[in-house]
C-alpha cells in the first residue's frame, strides 16, 4: 500500500523544485531585461519619430491617425501583430501657423497660439482689443456687448506679477510674500465675481460676446510657470479663439487698461477637415497554454496640441511600446497573451478606452490584470491596488522580481479604493477587472508640462522611463506567467459622508460623435 502521506511530500517537494526552477529562470530573465533596457534601448529613437516627426496628436487631426499608422508599423517590424480598430467618428481639425502681432501703438509679434478646433480665417483680422468692465448689474452686461463689435475681447484676469511664486518665496520679504498672495487671491475673486454678474459661464459669455459681434477672444492661460500656459478648445465657432502667453497678455491688457487702444493683427492658418473615423491601436503577443486568459498593457496615444505632448503621453506610449519589444525579443512565449492598448481620446473623456471595454466583452471577462501609465516622464513611485482585496498577494509576489535599486522607490496601498476618473485604467476597474495605474515622480508635472505649450521632447528624463521599462515588462511577465488565478475580487467600499456604503464605479458609454452632434 502506497502512504498517501509520502505522496502529498513528493508532489510537494516537486511542485518546489518548479517554482525554484521558474524562479530560477525568471532571475536570468530579469537580467536580460535589465541589460536590454539599458545598453540597448530605443526609447530616444521612438520619442523622436513620435513627438518630433509626428508631433501633436489631437483627436481627429491627421497627425493622429499618422500616430497611429506609425504605431502598427512599428509593432510589425518587432514582428508584433498590430491593428488600428475603429471606435466612432469625430470633427476632423488640423493646427497651422498662428500669427499675432501688434500694430498700435507700436509693432511687435507676439507669443501665442490658436486653441484647438479653432474656427479657420479666409484672411487676417486687425482689430482694437478691450478688457471686460466691472459689472454691477445684467443691465452693465447689456449695454457692454453692445460695443464687443469689431474688437476682440481680452477673457482673462490680469496679474501683475509674471514671476513663479517660489521666487516671492524665496526672496521676497515675509510680508511682501504674505502680500503677493492675498493680491493674487484677490484679483481671481474678483474677476469670478465679475463674471458671475454676467448670469453666464465662461464658456457661455464668450458665446455671447461672439453673437454680439466680437472679432476675436484672448485668454491667457498660464501655470505660473514662466513660459508655460495651458491649452485646451475653442469655446467660438466663427471667431478665432487664441491663448497669449503671459508676458505678452499683460502688455496687451495694460494698453487697453490705460486707453492706448491696442491693436492686433492675427492669422491663423488652421484647417476644418470634415469628418474622420478615430481608432485606438492594438497590439498583441499570442500566449501558450494560456492564449484566451489576457495581461495588458495601456496607454493613450492622443494628446492636446499645445505642444508635442511629450509627457503626457508620449513617455506612456513609449514605455509600453519598449516593454513589448523587449517581451518580444527576449520572452515571445509567454502562457497569457499580452496585449497592448494605445487608446485615442483619452483627453476628451477615457473615449478610446472606454470603447474598447464596452465593444470586447470576450476579452474583458478574461483579462486577469492591466498596468497603465499616465503620469508623466518620472519613476515609478507608487501602485494603489484599486480596491481589488487580493491585489497585496500576487502584486506583491511580482514586485519581488524587480531590483532592489528600483523597487526601493516604489510604495503600495491595498487595497485601495477605485479609481473612478483621470486615466485609462478607469473603465477597466469599473468593468471589474484589477487594473493598476502607475504612480510616478512628479517632475513638475502638473504646473509645468501638463496640458501645456512646454510639454515637448526635452523635458522627457529618459533614465526614469528606463526604469518603468524595467518595472513594467517584469510585472507583465510575472503576470502573463503566473500558475496560479489572478483574483479579481473587490473590497467591501467605504462609507460615504451620509454613512452609506459608496458603490463601486460604473461603466459609462464613450464618445462616439465628437464635435459633430
Given at each position: 500500500m502506497i502512504n498517501s502521506r509520502f505522496i502529498g511530500l513528493t508532489l510537494l517537494s516537486v511542485t518546489s523544485l518548479f517554482h525554484q526552477v521558474d524562479a530560477q529562470e525568471m532571475k536570468i530573465n530579469v537580467d536580460a531585461i535589465v541589460k536590454e533596457a539599458t545598453e540597448h534601448s530605443e526609447l530616444e529613437r521612438l520619442a523622436h519619430e513620435l513627438l518630433d516627426g509626428i508631433g501633436?496628436?489631437?483627436?481627429?487631426?491627421?497627425?493622429?491617425?499618422?500616430?497611429?499608422?506609425?504605431?502598427?508599423?512599428?509593432?510589425?517590424?518587432?514582428?508584433?501583430?498590430?491593428?488600428?480598430?475603429?471606435?466612432?467618428d469625430w470633427k476632423a481639425w488640423e493646427r497651422g501657423n498662428t500669427t499675432i502681432e501688434l500694430t498700435h501703438p507700436r509693432k511687435q509679434q507676439l507669443v501665442g497660439r490658436q486653441l484647438a478646433w479653432t474656427p479657420s480665417m479666409k484672411k487676417a483680422i486687425e482689430a482694437e482689443v478691450i478688457i471686460l468692465p466691472k459689472f454691477t448689474d445684467v443691465t452693465d452686461v447689456t449695454t457692454f456687448l453692445k460695443t464687443v463689435k469689431g474688437k476682440i475681447v481680452l477673457m482673462s484676469p490680469y496679474f501683475p506679477s509674471g514671476r513663479p511664486e517660489e521666487q516671492w518665496k524665496e526672496f521676497a520679504t515675509e510680508n511682501d510674500y504674505i502680500g503677493y498672495k492675498a493680491e493674487k487671491s484677490a484679483i481671481q475673486e474678483s474677476w469670478n465675481a465679475n463674471l458671475k454678474k454676467t448670469g453666464k459661464t465662461s464658456t457661455k459669455f464668450i458665446e455671447a460676446l461672439e453673437e454680439a459681434g466680437a472679432s476675436g477672444i484672448i485668454i491667457n492661460g498660464w501655470t505660473g510657470i514662466t513660459g508655460s500656459n495651458r491649452v485646451f478648445d475653442a469655446k467660438t465657432k466663427s471667431i478665432p479663439h487664441l491663448d497669449l502667453n503671459n508676458e505678452d497678455y499683460g502688455i496687451i491688457y495694460r494698453l487697453a487698461k490705460f486707453g492706448n487702444k491696442p491693436k492686433l493683427k492675427v492669422q491663423t492658418e488652421s484647417k476644418h477637415l470634415g469628418e474622420t473615423k478615430v481608432f485606438n491601436t492594438i497590439a498583441t503577443i499570442p500566449g501558450t497554454t494560456h492564449k484566451n486568459e489576457y495581461v495588458m498593457l495601456s496607454a493613450h496615444l492622443d494628446a492636446w496640441d499645445g505642444a508635442q505632448g511629450a509627457t503626457d503621453n508620449g513617455t506612456g506610449t513609449i514605455l509600453m511600446m519598449e516593454v513589448a519589444r523587449i517581451i518580444q525579443k527576449l520572452y515571445p512565449n509567454a502562457k497569457r497573451t499580452i496585449l497592448i492598448g494605445h487608446w485615442n481620446s483619452e483627453e476628451q473623456g477615457l473615449n478610446g478606452s472606454t470603447a474598447f471595454v464596452n465593444d470586447h466583452p470576450e476579452i474583458i471577462r478574461n483579462l486577469k490584470v492591466l498596468f497603465n501609465q499616465d503620469s508623466g516622464t518620472g519613476r515609478i513611485t507608487s501602485i494603489n491596488g484599486q480596491g481589488f482585496i487580493d491585489a497585496y498577494d500576487y502584486l506583491g509576489r511580482w514586485m519581488e522580481q524587480i531590483p532592489d535599486s528600483i523597487k526601493k522607490y516604489i510604495t503600495t496601498t491595498f487595497p485601495g479604493v477605485p479609481q473612478t476618473r483621470g486615466t485609462d485604467n478607469v473603465p477597466f476597474v469599473a468593468a471589474g477587472v484589477p487594473a493598476f495605474a502607475f504612480g510616478s515622480q512628479n517632475w513638475g508635472y502638473g504646473p509645468y508640462t501638463w496640458h501645456t505649450n512646454l510639454d515637448t521632447y526635452d523635458k522627457i528624463v529618459f533614465q526614469e522611463v528606463i526604469k518603468n521599462v524595467i518595472t513594467t515588462a517584469i510585472l507583465t511577465l510575472e503576470a502573463a506567467n503566473d500558475p496560479n488565478e489572478?483574483?479579481?475580487?473587490?473590497?467591501?467600499?467605504?462609507?460615504?459622508?451620509?454613512?452609506?456604503?459608496?458603490?463601486?464605479?460604473t461603466l459609462k458609454e464613450p464618445n462616439r460623435r465628437g464635435r459633430l452632434d
Open positions: 501633436t496628436r489631437l483627436v481627429g487631426s491627421p497627425q493622429m491617425k499618422q500616430a497611429n499608422d506609425w504605431v502598427v508599423s512599428t509593432y510589425q517590424s518587432w514582428g508584433i501583430s498590430a491593428q488600428n480598430e475603429a471606435y466612432g489572478i483574483s479579481n475580487q473587490r473590497r467591501v467600499m467605504p462609507l460615504d459622508k451620509e454613512g452609506e456604503l459608496q458603490p463601486w464605479p
